[in-house]
């Protein structure tokens, strides 16, 4: 190590963490205007010079060092990744990078795990090129976990969400498993790792196929999704193998349930971005797919049934001052097959079509109904936690009160 070096990591003796940190942050000010090269700059001056600092005098403990290259690395993964890194300082920072992790010794080169870095492919790779493109058949292509996120990170903030379906089914990670007190490593399809498949519902629906979104939701984890998914409109929705608890609706989110409600009523055309359209807006034939996604996983997924997921399907599918002018036997008509509707929900996700109000009636009143009448099945069914029922009853009706002027 050059005079310079050890001087300068002299003064980073009590700082590792928080110089790494600002290095991170100062290139991730440079992705963010436009400029990787500079990035890529600021993050090669930092590693060359802290993979040759020697640690054995145990300079900086052993957590705060592989904290320090794990923040470092996942920034190497997105400056690298960039579209617009200028060829030629990649050339440049790869090879220094190469060299540095070669002759380590803050850690053992294999502990840096930089190599995850230097190994990951180019976007002009052949096989990563024909896996976006659908094109890899039965054959698949294998990169760290670490790379997969970013990539897809990559993908959703550029809109790039095909690109992702097809890469989150044409793309294998390594997860550790353990069995029997053995730890070894299992090779599986983004797709189908339960941790990934949520994502994979929602891009489909950011990708306008709210058909699959359908069928994949009520698939169970277990089962392997197979590539003709992102095609395949004639598997049918309702009566899927397996429960609903056992699918993704039995365990996606609130966050990720909001996600894919918000892409199903979308309309980016017309639509500001990050606004959704308001409830007067959206067509019926969205609605009813929202509606059905709802009522189903209210009850069979206690993420989706909390104050404070009601409170928004309320807000986000009710229409404001909405005035109830049926007839009272045909208002009762409409709670009795509001009370219908949701019962079936419970046990599996209705067919978008089976939502609908008695005689043709007007649709919107219809909504409130089945949300009043969900919030009654919550509270029944559920009352064994009969203080929490209660309050979440009384939240659902305060919610509709404020959106509709008759009340409850």
Known sequence: MTDFSSALLDRWVFSLSSNVSNTVSKATDYLKSGQPGQAAVVLDALTVVLLAADNDSNRWPYGEVTASLRSLRKAWIEVLMHPDLPKNVEDKVRERLKNANDG????????????????????????L?????????????????????????????????????SYMLGCKVSQRSFSYGMNSSVERRLANISQYRNKFIVLLAKAGKTDQAFHVITVPNSVELDKDILTNTSSKVVG???TNSQSSLGTISYSNMT???????????????????????????????????????????SSLRSDAAMEWYINMFCE?????????????????????????????????????????GPFKVFVVELFAALGVSLFTTNNYYMYQSLCSITRVMEALKKKVEQSF
């Open 259 to 301: 996600e894919l409600l918000s892409a199903i009523v979308s309309d980016n055309s017309s639509t500001e971005m990050g606004k959704l359209p308001s409830p007067q807006i959206i067509p019926e034939t969205k609605l009813r797919k929202v509606l059905a996604l709802i009522l189903t996983g209210a009850q069979v997924n």
């Open 104 to 127: 380590a010794l803050i850690c053992s080169p294999d502990g840096t795990g930089l190599k995850v870095v230097l190994e990951m492919k180019k976007w002009n790779d052949e096989s």
């Open 129 to 165: 090129v024909k896996c976006l493109a659908g094109k890899l058949g039965e054959d698949f292509i294998k990169e760290d976990e670490e790379v997969a996120e970013a990539r897809l990170a990559f993908f959703e903030k550029n809109k790039r969400f095909t690109d992702a379906l």
């Open 320 to 360: 404001s001052s909405l005035s109830n002018n049926l007839a009272k036997d045909v208002r009762q008509k409409f709670t009795k097959e509001a009370e219908e509707v949701v019962k079936k929900a419970k046990n599996k996700l209705l067919d978008p079509s089976e939502i609908k109000p008695p005689f043709n």
């Open 240 to 242: 899927s193998s397996g």
